[in-house]
C-alpha cells in the first residue's frame, strides 16, 4: 500500500485551550519518529509561530503564497536542525506584524475562496510532489474564515479543548454545527486536565467523561503540567524534554496517527 501524505488541521472552539503548543510539539513528536512534516501557521489574527521559532524576518510569509504573489517553496524555511532528529521539519510563518493582522482581518469572502484555492492546492505540492508525510495546520480558533478554509481542506481534524464550561459547550455546537457538516474525521486533545490521569483509571474516566459529551474519539488527554505552560513559546518541550510525561503523552497520540488516517 503506498502511503498518501494527510493534512491535519489543529482547531479549538476558543483560544487559551493550548492549540498552538500541541500543534508545534506534535509536530516535532513526529519529526522525532522519522516522519516529513511541514507545520503552516494559519492563525493570521494572532500568529506564535514566528516567535516560537525564533524566526524575526521572512523572505516571504504565508499571507504571500494566499495572496498569490509567490508559490509555497519561497515561504517554507527548513527547520529541521531545531529538531535533530531522522526526520524533516518545515514551517510556514504567518506575518506578524500589526500591519499585516490588520490587512488579513479585511479579507473579503472572494479573498477566502481563492485563499482555499491555494490551500486545496497544497495536497499536491507539498503531498504528492515533495513527500511530505504531514501538513499540519494551527488555525485561528473558532469560525474565521481561515479556520473553516483550514477544516475543508484537511483530512483529520484535532480539536484541543478543555474543560472550562464554556469550552465544552462551545466545542460541542462546533463539532455539531461545522464539523458534521463538512463530514470531517475529527479526533478531540483533552487539555489541562485537572485530574488524576496517571492511573488507567482515571483516563478511562476522563476518556469516556469526555466521549459522552462530544461523540467523537479522543486522540489525547493531557493533564495540567505547569513546567508546560510557563516553556511555552521559549523552546520546543517535546523535543528537549524526552523522558517528560507530557512527551510521553505525545509520543503516543503520534503512533495512534497513523491508525486514524489510513
Known amino acids: ?24 510539539n506534535f509536530a516535532a513528536t513526529l519529526v522525532k519518529q522519522g516522519k516529513k512534516i511541514c507545520l503552516l501557521d494559519l492563525d493570521f489574527r494572532a500568529p506564535s509561530l514566528a516567535t516560537i521559532f525564533k524566526i524575526e524576518k521572512a523572505d516571504y510569509w504565508l499571507n504571500d503564497y494566499l495572496n498569490g504573489t509567490c508559490e509555497i517553496d519561497k515561504v517554507l524555511i527548513d527547520s529541521s536542525e531545531r529538531i535533530g532528529n531522522a526526520g524533516k521539519l518545515f514551517v510556514g510563518l504567518a506575518n506578524p506584524t500589526t500591519e499585516a493582522i490588520r490587512d488579513m482581518s479585511a479579507k473579503d469572502r472572494k479573498w477566502e475562496m481563492r ?12 503531498l504528492n510532489d515533495k513527500g511530505f508525510d504531514y501538513l499540519i495546520f494551527d488555525t485561528s480558533p473558532g469560525l474565521q474564515y481561515s479556520s473553516i478554509n483550514a477544516i475543508v481542506s484537511a483530512d483529520v481534524v484535532i480539536v484541543a479543548t478543555t474543560f472550562d464550561r464554556s469550552d465544552v459547550e462551545g466545542t460541542k455546537r462546533m463539532l455539531r454545527e461545522l464539523y458534521d457538516l463538512f463530514e470531517k474525521k475529527t479526533e478531540v486533545v483533552v487539555n489541562k486536565v485537572l485530574y488524576d490521569v496517571s492511573m488507567k483509571s482515571g483516563k478511562d474516566e476522563v476518556q469516556t467523561r469526555i466521549e459522552g459529551i462530544h461523540k467523537v474519539p479522543v486522540l489525547g488527554i493531557i493533564p495540567c503540567f505547569c513546567d508546560v505552560s510557563r516553556a511555552e513559546g521559549t523552546f520546543i518541550f517535546a523535543q528537549e524534554k524526552p523522558n517528560h510525561p507530557f512527551t510521553k503523552i505525545l509520543d503516543e497520540m503520534a503512533k495512534n496517527l497513523d491508525n486514524i488516517t489510513a
Open 1 to 24: 500500500m503506498i502511503w498518501l501524505g494527510k493534512i491535519i488541521a489543529v482547531h479549538s472552539y476558543k483560544g487559551g485551550t493550548g492549540k498552538t503548543l500541541i500543534s508545534v
Open 115 to 126: 485563499a482555499l484555492g491555494r490551500l486545496l492546492a497544497l495536497r499536491n505540492s507539498l
